[in-house]
């Protein structure tokens, strides 16, 4: 079973910083497109950022964002680690959200960033951002 746990939330001011990070258990993430997803209370998940997999070919480790986090959030992988961070700068009160990070078995999927494509989900980790 594909297992992913999710950590690193918490409680930050507007302007703060937090990084997410997604590990996996007894599987490699090398081989999997990753995508975190956030639900913010009353509303449906919402793709964040992606990261691609399959090492070696032309479109290994490409990024995509949503526009609300572009210049702010960035995506990155630690195959040594075998875990994918997301880094969050400049956070906004809108940010808050449960945060969760999925697998995706096509890299066409880290172009759309539909929730409904990715599995495997985690349990997720909560990111609050107030004064």
């Known amino acids: 079973q594909l297992q992913l746990v999710e950590s690193g939330g918490g409680l930050v001011q507007p302007g703060g910083s937090l990084r997410l990070s997604c590990a996996a258990s007894?599987?490699?993430?090398?081989?999997?497109?990753i995508g975190w997803f956030r639900q913010a209370p009353g509303k449906e998940h919402e793709g964040v950022s992606c990261?691609?997999?399959?090492?070696?070919?032309?479109?290994?480790?490409?990024?995509n964002y949503a526009d609300s986090v572009k210049g702010r959030f960035t995506i990155s992988r630690d195959s040594a680690k075998n875990t994918v961070y997301l880094q969050m700068n400049s956070l906004k009160p809108e940010d808050t959200a449960v945060y969760y990070c999925?697998?995706?078995?096509?890299?066409?999927?880290?172009?759309?960033?539909?929730?409904?494509?990715?599995?495997?989900w985690g349990q997720g980790t909560q990111v609050t951002v107030s004064s």
């Open positions: 990261i691609t997999s399959n090492p070696g070919s032309t479109y290994y480790g490409n990024t």
């Open positions: 007894g599987f490699s993430l090398e081989y999997y497109n």
């Open positions: 999925a697998l995706g078995a096509v890299q066409a999927m880290c172009v759309t960033m539909k929730p409904t494509d990715f599995g495997s």
